[in-house]
C-alpha cells in the first residue's frame, strides 16, 4: 500500500464516509407522519443506538486503528473464529443490501424519464450491475477514487437534496404559506407511546443511524487515527441527527403529516413545492439527487467490508491466497471486489423472478437486517470484554467514568436486540406465504450464512494442519 498522502483518509473523509453512509433520506418520510412528536422519536433513537455505537465504536478504532474494524474488535475479545463468522454474516448483509440501494437509484432515475422505464426489469436490473461494476473498479484503483466519489455522492446525494428540502420549506413559511403540520400545540411533540406500533417505529428507526463501524474498517488507512477517529465521530453525529430532524420538519412544513408517504414522502414534499411555489425543476433535480446519495451508500459499503474479509482471511488464509493477496499496482484486494461483483451481478437479476416484488424486497430487508445486526450483538459485548481484558491497550478516546462503559453497551445491545426481534413480525398488508414459511426462511438465511462461516474456517484448519504435517514429514 502506498503511504502517499492521497491514499489516506484525514477528518473531513472520515465524517463524508460516516455521512454517506449512515444517513439515507429514504429514512425522513418513514418518520414525517408522526408530525411534531418525530423530533422526540428521533431524539430517543439516537440516544438509545446512535450515542452509544459511537462511543464505543470511537474507542474501539483508536484502540486497535487497524485494517478490519468490528472484526479486529471482536477476534481480540472472543477469538478469530467468532470473529470470521461475523465477518461472512457482515458480508452476507452487504451483498443482499447492494441490489437494494441500487434498484431504488435506477427506479428514482428511471421515473423522470418515463413511468414505464422505472418497472422495467431489463433497464433496473442492467443498469444495477454497470454501475456497481464501475464503482467496483473505481475502487480497485484505490482509496483516492474511494474518497473522491465519497465526497461527491455525500454533497449530491445528501447535502444537496437536504438543503434543497430545507430551503424549500423556508421558502414556502416565508411565501405566506402556513405549515402543512402543526408543531404549534405543545401536545403534538409527545409520542403516544400507549401504542403498539409507535414502540415498533420507534425501533425501526434505529435502522437509520446503523453504519458507524463502516470508516472503523479501513482506520489502518487513516492519516493519525487515534486522534482524528473520536473528532470524526463527533462531527458525523452532530450532522447526522440535525439533518434527520431539519429534514423531517421541512417535510411536514411542505405535506400534512397525515397525508405523507413513507416510501415517496420527499418527492411528494418537492411535488408539492413545486406546484404551490412554481419550481417545476424541484423534481428533477431531487431525482437527480436521490440516485447519487443511492449509489454513493452502495460506494461507501463496497469497500470496508472487503478491507475486513482481506484482514480476516490473511492470518489462517481462510479464502485461499488470492484473497489476501493485494493488487500489485493499486494495493487494493481486486480479487475480492471481482468476485463480490459477480455475487451481486446474479443478485441483481434474481430478484426480478419474483411472483411478489413487495414480499420479496422485504424478505431481503428482514435476512438483511439480520446478518447485519448478529456482528453488533457481538461487538457490545466484546468492548466490555476488552475493557477488562486488556485495560492497558492504549486508547487516545475512552468512554469517561465507571458507569457509561457499562451503561452504554448495554443499552445499544439491548435496543439492538430488541430491534432484530421485530423482524420476525412480518408486515400485515404483505401476504409472506403463511408465517411458518417465512419464518423458515428468515432463520435458513440467518443459519446459511454462519454454517457457510463455519465450513470455511473449519476447512482451512483442516488444510492448514495437514499442510504443516506434510512440511514437517519433509523436515525429517
Known amino acids: 500500500m502506498s503511504n502517499n498522502d492521497s491514499n489516506l483518509l484525514g477528518i473531513r473523509d472520515i465524517v463524508l464516509m460516516n455521512v454517506i453512509a449512515i444517513l439515507s433520506l429514504r429514512q425522513i418520510p418513514n418518520v414525517a407522519p408522526y408530525g411534531a412528536s418525530a423530533m422526540i422519536l428521533w431524539f430517543l433513537a439516537a440516544a438509545c443506538l446512535f450515542f452509544p455505537l459511537a462511543m464505543v465504536c470511537g474507542e474501539l478504532s483508536t484502540g486497535w486503528p487497524k485494517d478490519g474494524g468490528i472484526f479486529v474488535w471482536v477476534k481480540e475479545a472472543f477469538g478469530k473464529r467468532v470473529g470470521w463468522i461475523i465477518v461472512v454474516c457482515y458480508l452476507f448483509s452487504c451483498v443482499l443490501f447492494f441490489p437494494m440501494m441500487l434498484q431504488f437509484a435506477f427506479t428514482a432515475i428511471g421515473f423522470f424519464i418515463s413511468p414505464e422505464l422505472a418497472q422495467d426489469p431489463v433497464f433496473i436490473g442492467v443498469g444495477s450491475i454497470i454501475m456497481f461494476w464501475f464503482l467496483t473498479t473505481m475502487n480497485i484503483f484505490g482509496m483516492k477514487w474511494t474518497k473522491i466519489i465519497n465526497s461527491v455522492s455525500a454533497y449530491l446525494g445528501v447535502f444537496v437534496p437536504s438543503a434543497v428540502i430545507f430551503l424549500s420549506a423556508v421558502w414556502w413559511v416565508l411565501a405566506g404559506h402556513p405549515m402543512s403540520t402543526d408543531y404549534h400545540t405543545a401536545a403534538n411533540w409527545m409520542p403516544d407511546f400507549t401504542k403498539w406500533d409507535t414502540i415498533v417505529f420507534l425501533s425501526s428507526m434505529m435502522f437509520a443511524f446503523a453504519g458507524f463501524e463502516v470508516a472503523p474498517m479501513v482506520a489502518g488507512r487513516t492519516k493519525n487515527p487515534q486522534r482524528d477517529f473520536p473528532r470524526a465521530m463527533a462531527v458525523s453525529a452532530a450532522v447526522i441527527v440535525g439533518i434527520y430532524m431539519l429534514g423531517t420538519v421541512a ?163 439491548c435496543s439492538i436486540a430488541f430491534a432484530v426481534i421485530l423482524v420476525f413480525i412480518p408486515p400485515a398488508e404483505l401476504d409472506m406465504g403463511g408465517y411458518g414459511f417465512y419464518l423458515a426462511k428468515l432463520l435458513g438465511g440467518a443459519v446459511l450464512a454462519i454454517g457457510l462461516a463455519e465450513w470455511i474456517y473449519h476447512r482451512a484448519q483442516r488444510r492448514n494442519a495437514l499442510e504443516a504435517a506434510q512440511k514437517a514429514q519433509q523436515s525429517k
Open 251 to 413: 417535510v411536514n412544513t411542505l405535506v400534512p403529516a397525515g397525508e405523507t408517504d413513507i416510501v415517496a414522502g420527499i418527492m411528494q414534499a418537492m411535488r408539492s413545492a413545486s406546484e404551490t411555489l412554481g419550481a417545476p425543476w424541484l423534481l428533477p433535480l431531487m431525482a437527480f439527487c436521490l440516485f447519487f446519495g443511492a449509489v454513493g451508500q452502495v460506494n461507501s459499503w463496497l469497500v470496508g467490508p472487503i478491507y475486513m474479509l482481506q484482514e480476516a482471511s490473511r492470518e489462517d488464509r481462510l479464502l485461499g491466497d488470492k484473497v489476501a493477496q493485494l493488487h500489485p499496482k493499486y494495493g487494493t484486494p481486486a480479487f475480492a471486489l471481482i468476485v463480490q461483483g459477480i455475487i451481486v451481478s446474479i443478485l441483481c437479476l434474481s430478484t426480478f423472478i419474483s411472483p411478489s416484488v413487495a414480499a420479496a424486497y422485504w424478505m431481503l430487508t428482514a435476512l438483511t437486517t439480520i446478518c447485519y445486526f448478529i456482528p453488533y450483538l457481538t461487538m457490545f459485548p466484546a468492548f466490555i470484554k476488552l475493557r477488562k481484558s486488556q485495560p492497558d491497550v492504549p486508547r487516545s478516546f475512552r468512554i469517561p467514568g465507571k458507569f457509561l462503559p457499562i451503561f452504554l453497551p448495554l443499552l445499544g445491545w
